[in-house]
């Protein structure tokens, strides 16, 4: 999480933008200073480096046109869309090119019937919803960033959100990805019909972290907006018993519309925040949604409360109309600034774990912030195992980021070692490349990196992010925990 | 390692080191789907059983041998299912094989295809290393998404030991519906149906009958009823005439003219081509029984955004996948060198060249 400020070498950048400046307008390629600096970091803004050169293509050609020049030139590109990503992904190289995707941002085909959308890889996810509002449908994935984020993102990062549980991730709402290769072939994956022939090069490229091919085109599927949605928020005089009740809605065949989970520390940090009216003296609070037909929703609204009950909530409170259902929403949408304002900095970490796991993971993190002299408030997506666990520290204490470091990377491997993964939603990238080497085998890199190289023979798409090289897993120095076992179960881990 | 994953292993890396082919094969129930069959056959039903069931987390962990029947089975004893409700074609069908073969039933329409519910393989590759990806949780973004890129590669990537499932709820109650439309007004009533928020699980239509299937709450299948209309199947009538789409048993996959499978945009207009019809998955999926020449339907398929397989029957000479643009032909044949460098895997199942 240290700064760093890459050096860049002048002559090879006059030279990348001059040959840049060949094919692209003049505007459209930056080197100066004072106009790079906007991109030297994402939303991980802890990871910081100047980009060599910033190229804006305008259209697929000229998109095109970069890539056929830095590979000819063998210079790297990071693709970055709107640059909220959580993870480094879009972390700019002072040896590379740094392609913003900011000048493709139009709805090129919106199709009611067959209820598809065609757009430009830096349209904003929440205007695709909006352009189809009026057809009563919407794109399902939302990250908490939608107004922000664009689609170009969502496909490289896999992006999730608070529906994910019923309507799935960005993966299974794409249906086709236009693309060019680093060879500057243009390739299409996938198709506007449910399947295309050979293999699923879509999946492999959705969440791939702009390291296989840089999109230039998503025709994403648009799904019928609910007559209405209702919410429930339950809340709990113990942490494992809100746990619990998450499984035991599954247990009942219950699959929420949002299933999310925060824990007291979070709850009062939002409630300072936003006033979404929470019961402050609650150990966690539940957020459980319902959305279909009226008579749907009546239905399970009933079996959900009656669930919520026997599992032990304290206080159950049922939307009762549409202003009530958001302020309930507000809250938890509003958790990471509010965790913001609380703290000069915080830490979000994305680990997934089976749920019936919560608890344990819950006790753990409450052990590390005692070992570690650092609070942690906990969101997490509870109906998919996602946590989102903060950890407040000032950036500006080097022993307090060290320590940052060191209490999230204990919380990642502990999520491997509970049969999850180190990141559910936000991406690898820069952020817990070195926790790759504790999820997966050297053969298993080896293999990740053999899939880019089918892409990427050159390597030069995103290097250094997501696949960590077997040395730098070696000066890691983390053991791969295999399959969920950890080194020596026999000791106890804190 | 268990001895059955410690002998396929030590066979593939012999095969390996010596060049001898294998075919990769569990129940032999889909040797007729593909290119050709290339290679002495590689049985994975030694590997068979449930590694990790938990009903709560939504997720089935199972070995690649283990027969599909059978993991349906203990899913329905808890009250889940795999929502994709992938055919079987007969009795044998492995887990493996149906993951490999990468094909869905007719709830795919609204549940989303196999590939959708997986979220993570163990294999071994062409070198017999004993590889994972993804995992048992359902958000899972560390490393490329190999597990989706393994459904539907035909055992041509790699064996597959474990696959871990997601698993929905079986549906509280379903109800099937007849009307008779012709076909462009089924399409687009399909289509319109996509469009509205209603409990449609599953669509047939074929020689003037549209059949469809509601699931879902109670409340839910009765207010969809009144707005579709139609006549209610009886429930034993409509179970049998579900399977028969999925398991290709309806009397419309009897004759032996070669069958191809359509696949297209859902509001595509009719293909237009002699011979009988059945369209599925709202629109989608066109299984078209026709002796017609293979470019003229590949060619019709492709210019309504779509592709063609030859999937059943005919003259596979014609090429039973539709071709590759060649920069995605490259890629493929990258993959494949790398999962399986010596090319031993399945030769020729999918296209001729790998």
Known sequence: ?494 | MSDAVTALAATLRAAAESGRRLRVRGGGTKDFYGQSLDGEVLDTRSNAGIVAYEPTELVVTVRGGTRLAELEAVLAEKGQMLAFEPPHFGADATVGGAVAAGLSGPRRQSAGALRDFVLGVRILDGGGRDLSFGGQVMKNVAGYDVSRLLAGSLGTLGVILEVSLKVLPVPVTETTLRLELPEDKAIETMNRWGGKPLPVSATAWTGGDLGVRLSGAEAAVRAARAKIGGEVVDDARARAFWTGIREHTDPFFGPSVPLWRVSVPSAAASIGIPGDQLVEWGGSLRWLATGADARVIRDLAAKAGGHATLFRGGDKAVGVFHPLAPAIARIHANLKREFDPQGILNRGRMYPDF
């Open chain 1, 1 to 494: 999480m240290s700064m760093r400020m890459g050096s860049i070498d002048a002559s090879r950048q006059a030279e990348v933008a001059a040959r840049l400046r060949q094919t692209l307008p003049e505007a459209s390629v930056l080197h100066d200073e004072e106009d790079t600096r906007p991109y030297e970091c994402d939303g991980l803004s802890a990871y910081r480096e100047l980009p060599m050169v910033v190229a804006l293509p305008a259209n697929e050609g000229e998109v095109q046109a970069v890539l056929k020049t830095c590979n000819d030139l063998n210079v790297k590109v990071i693709a970055r869309g709107a640059g909220t990503g959580l993870s480094g992904g879009a972390l700019p190289s002072g040896e590379g090119v740094l392609l913003s995707t900011a000048k493709m941002g139009k709805i090129l085909h919106l199709d009611p019937v067959a209820r598809t959308a065609r757009v430009q890889p830096g349209v904003r996810n929440l205007s695709i919803t909006e352009a189809a509002a009026p057809y009563g449908l919407y794109f399902a994935p939302d990250p908490s960033s939608q107004i922000a984020c664009t689609i170009g993102g969502n496909v490289a990062e896999n992006a999730g959100g608070v529906h994910c549980l019923k309507y799935g991730l960005t993966v299974h709402n794409v249906m086709r990805v236009r693309g060019v290769t680093i060879a500057g072939d243009v390739v299409e994956l996938g198709a506007e019909a449910l399947d295309a022939p050979g293999y699923d090069l879509l999946a492999a490229v959705v969440g791939s972290e702009g390291m296989l091919a840089v999109i230039t085109e998503v025709t994403v599927r648009l799904i019928p907006k609910p007559e209405l949605a209702q919410c429930i928020l339950a809340a709990y005089d113990d942490v494992e018993k809100a746990g619990n009740a998450v499984a035991d809605m599954i247990a009942v065949g219950i699959i929420p519309a949002g299933l999310e989970m925060m824990d007291q520390p979070a709850t009062r940090a939002v409630e300072e925040f936003v006033h979404a009216n929470y019961p402050l003296d609650a150990k966690a609070i539940l957020l459980c949604e319902s959305d279909g037909t009226p008579e749907e929703v009546a239905e399970e609204i009933e079996r959900m409360t009656e669930v919520l009950r026997r599992s032990g909530a304290t206080e159950i409170r049922v939307s009762r109309d549409e202003a009530e259902r958001l302020k309930f929403w507000a809250g938890r949408k509003a958790a990471f600034p509010a965790v913001g304002r609380i703290s000069p900095d915080y830490y979000c970490m994305d680990g997934t774990i089976p749920r019936r796991r919560l608890g344990e993971m819950l006790h753990a993190i409450a052990e590390l912030e005692k070992k570690y002299r650092l609070r942690c408030p906990n969101v997490f997506h509870a109906g998919d195992g996602n946590l989102h666990p903060l950890i407040l520290f000032d950036a500006n204490d080097p022993d307090e980021l060290h320590r940052t470091e060191q209490f999230a990377a204990e919380v990642l491997e502990l999520s491997v070692a509970f049969g999850g993964t180190v990141t559910g939603e936000h991406g690898v990238g820069i952020e817990k490349i070195n926790q790759m080497c504790v999820q997966f085998s050297p053969d298993e890199l080896e293999m990740f990196r053999g899939v880019k190289r089918a892409f990427d023979p050159p390597g030069l798409l995103n290097p250094d992010k997501n696949i960590p090289t077997l040395h730098r897993c070696a000066e890691y120095g983390k053991m791969h925990v295999h399959r969920g076992q950890l080194p020596h179960p026999e000791l106890p881990r804190f």
